[in-house]
């Protein structure tokens, strides 16, 4: 049983920047794809950004692109998603999931293992 835990949420000023950690229980952790997905209040879960078990990094083009950068700790066994430029359209809880070997799905089905959540809160 894979174990997620997630922290670095918080409150930030629209512009600002925060950081996220997900941490993985299981010793071979570099053979998960991590992600990180969200879902704000009355919305639908969304993707965010993937770092496959080879290191490939997938975004949402539409929403993060540009903005967001995964990030892998092998030594750590965490994975990271530093959001800059953020908005409030970003608020949201933030769950990391993990998927042993995937290909990195957008798709949140995909995922059986999922973290607790943290809770990113953007002002105006």
């Known amino acids: 049983q894979v174990q997620l835990v997630e922290s670095g949420g918080g409150l930030v000023q629209a512009g600002g920047s925060l950081r996220l950690s997900c941490a993985n229980s299981k010793r071979t952790a570099n053979r998960y794809t991590m992600a990180w997905f969200r879902q704000a209040p009355g919305k639908e879960r969304e993707f965010v950004a993937a770092?496959?078990?080879?290191?490939?990094?997938?975004y949402n083009e539409d929403s993060v692109k540009g903005r967001f950068t995964i990030s892998r700790d092998s030594a750590k066994n965490t994975v990271d998603l530093q959001m800059d430029s953020l908005k409030p359209d970003d608020t949201a809880v933030y769950s990391c999931?993990?998927?042993?070997w995937g290909p990195g799905s957008e798709d949140p089905s995909a995922y059986t293992n999922w973290g607790q959540g943290t809770q990113v809160t953007v002002s105006s």
């Open positions: 999931a993990a998927d042993l």
């Open positions: 770092i496959t078990w080879t290191g490939h990094q997938k």
